[in-house]
């Protein structure tokens, strides 16, 4: 065995075993034979690259930027073709349907979907798993009554429990209410499984605080200029709000842009996603906390996911990688 390949293969295992480290599956779920796939796995991969896609909602979404690049550190490590998709908005289900009916056409070998919608997706994979192409979800989850209707199965789930990581944001700021004070939720996609999931978890957070009233619950379909105008109607609805839960951190953006505007103080905000673009708002109190759902790791998963499902292997059905609280305290 050459140095070059000793060298790799420990590489491998080491980048693994971080990324392992990191995850927190949920055990009823997993089969317990199965692991991440392994040096030797790697190493003994056939000399043909597997060409496998990774369509996202958009790249105007730094989250999804992240996504990517785990999936490009995946496709250097472990000797993939990656191609790389996305639509033009999150709302761009459409474009995402599109897309996949001309990956089923080039014959990619897999396909991971962060899907915009969590069933209109769902035909067009279908139409994609009866061509042979591997599907492994990201992210949002597809609708499970959805899936068994057209019999779209074995499909791994590859993201983070929302509600639980919604309900730790909102918590954080939640907790620090001792008198009366009228909350609001700005939601994703109202049928995106990850919104309904972020929205239920912080309406959950309010409600442990029996001073704190959630006066209302809007969409603004994770956008920062939506967001934005949502804010603004609602504030002259509920001039006295004083605690807002945004599904994403686009949304907190757009949020907190009213605020400043307007000059509207002794606001809590909390959010999710964790970009790097609002750790400064993080460090100045603008924003108090936000979740971080370690997107890269979900698409190198994703990918170490579909080559091992290539080999033969029987997947687990759902993989949750651990919700991490960021706050002023350890933004970076």
């Not at 009233?213 to 105008?229: C, G, I, M, N, P």
């Not at 673009?277 to 990918?303: C, F, H, N, R, S």
């Amino acid at each position: 065995m050459t140095k070059r390949l000793l060298l790799s293969i420990y590489l491998i295992l080491a980048i693994l075993g971080a990324a392992c480290g990191k995850a927190s599956q949920d055990t009823s779920l997993l089969a317990p034979q199965n692991t991440p796939i392994s040096a030797q796995t790697a190493a003994t991969a056939p000399a043909e690259k597997y060409t496998i896609a990774l369509v996202m909602k958009t790249l105007t979404n730094p989250f999804f930027v992240e996504m990517e690049k785990g999936a490009r550190q995946a496709e250097k490590e472990l000797g993939i073709n990656l191609i790389v998709k996305t639509g033009a908005q999150e709302t761009s289900v459409d474009q995402q349907i599109t897309i996949i009916e001309e990956l089923i056409q080039d014959k990619v070998k897999a396909i991971l979907i962060a899907p915009a919608d969590s069933v209109q997706l769902i035909p067009v994979l279908k139409k994609a798993q009866d061509a042979g192409i591997i599907i492994i979800n990201l992210d949002n989850q597809l609708d499970q009554q959805a899936l068994e209707k057209v019999g779209l199965v074995n499909v791994p789930y590859i993201s983070v429990d929302n509600e639980k990581g919604a309900y730790l944001s909102a918590k954080y700021i939640s907790d620090k209410v001792t008198s009366p004070a009228k909350a609001i939720i700005l939601e994703g996609i109202p049928t995106a499984k990850n919104a309904q999931d972020r929205k239920t978890g912080a309406a959950k957070a309010f409600s442990e605080n029996k001073n704190i009233q959630l006066a209302a619950s809007a969409t603004a379909h994770w956008k920062v200029d939506e967001a934005y105008q949502v804010t603004s109607q609602l504030f002259k609805q509920y001039p006295d709000i004083k605690l807002i839960f945004a599904a994403n951190d686009m949304m907190a953006m757009g949020t907190l842009q009213y605020l400043k505007e307007n000059g509207i103080k002794d606001v809590q905000v909390a959010a999710y996603d964790a970009l790097k673009e609002v750790m400064p708002m993080l460090k100045d109190g603008t924003l108090q906390a936000t979740i971080d759902q370690q997107a890269a790791i979900q698409a190198y998963t994703g990918v170490q996911f579909a080559i091992r499902a290539l080999h033969g292997e029987k997947l687990q059905p759902v993989t949750l990688l651990d919700v991490l609280l960021v706050t002023r305290e350890n933004a970076p």
